[in-house]
């Protein structure tokens, strides 16, 4: 080995705690890169993985009763792989103990084989007996929610017939991976099952005898999914079809693929950030530890060496520290990667998980890091080299003070020595110093951000269910009713306000742009559940023109003034030309709010209302609940606080969890930047410190100088930090809204102190340990051997 | 290596008209001001004067480590002063030696390996051992810098500098820092790289005594050569009294 590797392994040991602290900073930028890009990544490979494997179909097509025979037409339309017909009906079930009976889908599966499409996945117990027409699989999900196990009897009632039936087995499904009660958004496992029973027994229970009411279809790689579409709708138009639609509007597909594409993109906003800020303490320490090598380099000139080979010299140097940090950012990664998926394959119940990081993570991690280093030192190393070897190899000058003379008196009248000591090499180095600044603010800024963030969260749930919803029950009917529903929930004791709304499923198109969603028919002036803009003032609805969703108008690419049109998937099926109106703020969902009357008015018919939003005296609660349950036509009854419980949940656990662990990754790199700048300006001043030991200064003093300095530029760091925070929470917080739910960029004060309040913990404790170091300086020693 | 064969009237350096000014303006510090002289090859030669005479930039400019801002520098053959930092850096690497008033080790070295740092890059270096041998070293080859005392170190820096072979050998101060009898036995060890090796020795210092060990002395003042003196009556470092 050269003697220069030996200087090199050396070296790196001597300053084995500082190369780690800046190691830790570039591995936790990478290891939140690669975490982010494995999760995303096996997210996606499983659920195509699990789709393929269950058969998820490609089309869903609803009809209100078709011959088993019209799946041979179905079959022979160009491009169609595979068809399966099945009943698909609504189910009640009722559990002891639920005061109000929870909404169920009841599927049918074909008594001697596996369905062809939409199998379903056998998570315990055993499969339906063909011979049992009383035997049924329950999602599991809700099984556990329940504490149902096979075995277990449950209570349901199926086109108004009670039954009771025997749970065989507990089953999950890629088509029911998110569950959501009617008329929510939030999915709730306790609040909305799926039975898979005998085809038989529910063609009998459903009327459907030698029919179906549901068609699945897969698709050949070559075929065209709008194509498909037109034939499935002209062949079972006839049988009451609703209209056909791809698996990409399929309701749990869309959720999770919501979900999955919230990840990407706060995969794709965040770890950037988090990476470049921690390139940039690398890039800062990495050119000081350089800079302070200056006279060894000029040394190593003095014997001849090439500008080259140091380069190459200290080039190692770097990227041992670099690439150990961007290695174990990798490795941590990888690790952390697969356990926050394995979180997130339980609360997407997949039943495996394939997990899977693009190398293009890795080597962008590596790159970077490589970069920031190696940019770090080639910048100082050329400024040495253009100085002759025998300036290099010089300490030096002592920095000309001079310029902070102007100052003097005013630093004479108001600093003692040691002040002025601070006050000067701080105005003496301006470059250094902001650089410290800005890499203290930049570490403080990703923590205003993270905590801005979880501030956004709460302000979302927050404004959601105390501004925009104000009612305290929704109740939805099973069909659209007359008025006589309002007036029977309106004489109810107890029930304040009602306010009914009729939701109708609609495809929404603006050119190419479309989405499949409802519209929600409000009356004009609500009260309950209102619409608002950007100052969370109401807005009215209007019965001339639309009002939406901003993300809906974001999808839709619209603007209001425009016309949208309106493809109602109900009753006439109208089609509508509507302009927008207006956008309403919206967190939660992606609603289009039309006028009630107007809405029924384009359906041809009157006072038609899917539900009510209730306002009621709490005393009153159990007995309206009671009411509620027995009334035939409730299909459901949601109370706001389980909806709210609901999102709340989604929003720990679905694609916002990863906050949790972006706030800590945060939280360390703010720490190691403050670390880092403390431990290389104690490096820097090593000398200087003993020289003032030996002139009689004690630790303490010795220790102010240096402290001193630290504490100034962590002070100035803090308003620098909070501007530069603000902005980055814009950035992140648009990276985690999603079309589910939006996360404002609001100004919590209180992120701004919290995180003001842990750059000065991570100052006093960086202090406290440098301040160990300098209670160990030998100041014989160190002024004994130059460098 | 070209000082195989002394031959005492060829002068290694020649030195015209050198002048180095350091910054500009108000503030610019003459720091030569035209300096002419002749070192021959072989010779051990002092530089002697006051602090901020010159010398030490002289020293500098010879060695390759500085550029003059006039006049003309010839080391044998070849102008110094119209070589550039590639060319420089050769040169250096060939023919120069260099041992500083501090010691300038690198501390994460031990005494071998910093010797080997400069075996390394030369084309027919002496064995580090030897080196270390030479300067008395024997016992203490894998010590670190900071396991040594001050007279050690400055052998260990001696050691490096005699082991590539140099042509010239270049001290700056190399006693400055070390107490009388420790200052003897490295002026002895250069003594005898000079006799041994056959190199030419510039050493600078401002104790005059040592002078009483050199061939030729040279007294600069003020940027300039005041007095070059050749010494008829050479003695061994052992002899000099401070």
Known sequence: MSPLDHKLLRDLWRIKGQAAAIAVVIAVGVLLLVMMDGLVNSLVETKTAYYERYRLADVFASVTRAPRRTLDDLAAIPGVAAVEGRVNGAALIDLPGQQVPIRAQAVSVPEFRAPALNDDYLAAGRAIDPARQDQILLLEGFANAHGLVPGDALTVTMNGARRTLEIAGLAQSPEFLYTTPPGELAPDDARFAVIWMNEKALQAAFDLEGAFNEALLALGRDARL???????????????????????????????????????????????????????????????????????????????????????????????????????????????????????????????????????????????????????????????????????????????????????????????????????RLIRQPVRSLASTAGIGAGMAL??????????????????????????????????????????????????????????????RNGLHTYRGAINGLVAEPELNRAVDADMEAIYIRDDGIILAEALAEILRIAPGEMLTVEIQEGTRPVLQLPVAGVARSLLGSPAYFELGALNHSLGEQNRVSGAHLRIDGAYGDVIYDLLKNMPAVAGVSLKSDARASFETLMDTGAGAIRYIMAAIAGIITFGIVYNSAQIAFAERERDLASLRVIGFTKGEAAFVLLGELAVITVVALPVGSVLGYYMSAAIAAGFSTDLYRIPTIFVPSSYGTAAIAVLAAAIVSGWLVKRNVDRIDPVAALKTRG | ???????????????????????????????????????????????????????????????????????????????????????????????????????????????????????????????????????????????????????????????????????????????????IRTGRSVLRVLQDVNTQTGATVVIITHAAATAEMADRVIDFADGRVREISVNEAKVSAEQIQW
């Not at chain 1, 990409?248 to 919230?262: A, G, H, P, Y």
């Not at chain 2, 005479?53 to 110094?80: C, M, P, Q, Y």
Request: glycine residues 8%; charged residues 20%.
């Open chain 1, 226 to 424: 709008p194509a498909v579409l037109e034939a499935v709708d002209r062949i079972l138009r006839p049988f009451g079809g609703t209209g056909a639609y791809g698996v990409e509007n399929q309701m749990s597909n869309r959720f999770l693929t919501e979900e999955i594409n919230s990840l990407r993109a706060s995969s794709r906003a965040v770890p950037p950030i988090f990476l470049t800020v921690a390139a940039f303490l690398l890039y800062i320490v990495i050119s000081r530890m350089i800079e302070s090598e200056r006279e060894q380099v000029g040394l190593l000139k003095a014997f001849g060496y090439s500008s080259a080979g140091i380069g190459l010299h200290y080039l190692k140097f770097v990227l041992a520290i670099a690439m150990t940090g961007a290695a174990l950012g990798c490795l941590l990664g990888i690790v952390s990667g697969i356990n926050v998926a394995e979180f997130y394959r339980a609360y997407y119940k997949f039943p495996f998980l394939l997990f899977r990081v693009d190398p293009a993570a890795f080597i962008t991690g590596f790159i970077v890091s490589v970069l920031t280093a190696s940019a770090g030192s080639f910048i100082v190393l050329r400024r040495v080299f253009a100085l002759a070897p025998a300036t290099a190899m010089r300490p030096p000058a002592p920095a000309d003070y001079s310029r902070s003379e102007r100052l003097g008196g005013v630093f004479r009248a108001l600093l003692d020595q040691p002040s002025r000591m601070v006050a000067r």
């Open chain 1, 447 to 508: 923590s205003v951000a993270m905590l801005s963030l979880m501030g956004g969260f709460d302000r979302t749930l927050m404004l959601n269910f105390s501004v925009i919803d104000r009612s305290d029950v929704t109740v939805t009917f099973t069909q659209p009713l007359g008025s006589d529903a309002i007036y029977a929930l309106q004489r109810m004791e107890g029930v304040l306000v009602v306010e009914p709304f009729r939701n109708v499923s609609a495809v929404l």
């Open chain 2, 1 to 179: 290596m070209r000082n195989g064969s002394k031959a005492p009237r060829e002068p290694a350096f020649k030195v015209e008209g050198l002048t180095k000014v350091f910054g500009t303006g108000h503030s610019a510090v003459h720091a030569l001001r035209g300096v002419d002289l002749d070192i021959p090859a072989g010779e051990l030669v002092v530089l002697l004067g006051p602090s901020g005479s010159g010398k030490s930039t002289l020293l500098n400019i010879l060695g390759g480590l500085d550029h003059a801002t006039e006049g003309r520098v010839r080391f044998f053959k070849e102008e110094l002063t119209a070589m550039n930092d590639a060319q420089l850096t050769r040169y250096r690497r060939r023919d120069v030696g260099f041992v500083f008033q501090f010691y300038n080790l690198m501390p994460s070295l031990t005494a071998r390996e910093n010797v080997e740092l400069v075996t390394e890059i030369a084309s027919d270096p002496l064995d580090p051992a030897e080196a270390l041998a030479l300067v008395g070293l024997t016992e203490r080859l894998d010590h670190f810098p900071a396991q040594l005392s001050g007279g050690e170190q400055q052998r260990v820096a001696i050691a490096r500098a005699v082991a590539k072979r140099p042509t010239v050998l270049f001290c700056d101060e190399p006693t400055g820092a070390l107490d």
